[in-house]
């Protein structure tokens, strides 16, 4: 009687995988008010460093750096420029109601 059939090998020399691949990409986008983009390399073995910024409403630019590793997701947040709000009426002040913080009075 033949010994039953055991799971095929499936070892990682010789078969042509050469372990995870380094990768890298970014991106950016600037069309009007609207300016963001993201850039990123990693390893492949779960380790990973990038970065993505985004043009706020109130003026300022917001980056955040990152690394990722084997204890999770780092991120540095930081904000170039000055905020600047809209005054009384601000945020679509025209027409009737005046958006946020005009109204109607009557």
């Known amino acids: 009687m033949a010994a039953p059939g055991g799971h095929g090998g499936g070892g990682h020399g010789g078969g042509g995988y050469g372990g995870p691949t380094h990768y890298g990409y970014n991106y950016g986008v600037s069309a009007g008010y609207t300016n963001f983009g993201q850039h990123e390399s990693g390893s492949g ?8 910024w985004v043009n706020l409403p109130d003026g300022r630019v917001q980056r955040v750096s990152y ?22 009426g601000g945020y679509g002040g025209g027409g009737y109601g005046g958006g946020y913080g005009g109204g109607h009075h009557g």
């Open 45 to 52: 073995y779960g380790g990973a460093r990038g970065g993505y």
């Open 67 to 88: 690394w990722v590793d084997g204890s999770g997701y780092h991120p540095v947040v930081t904000y170039s420029g000055v905020a600047r709000y809209p005054g009384k």
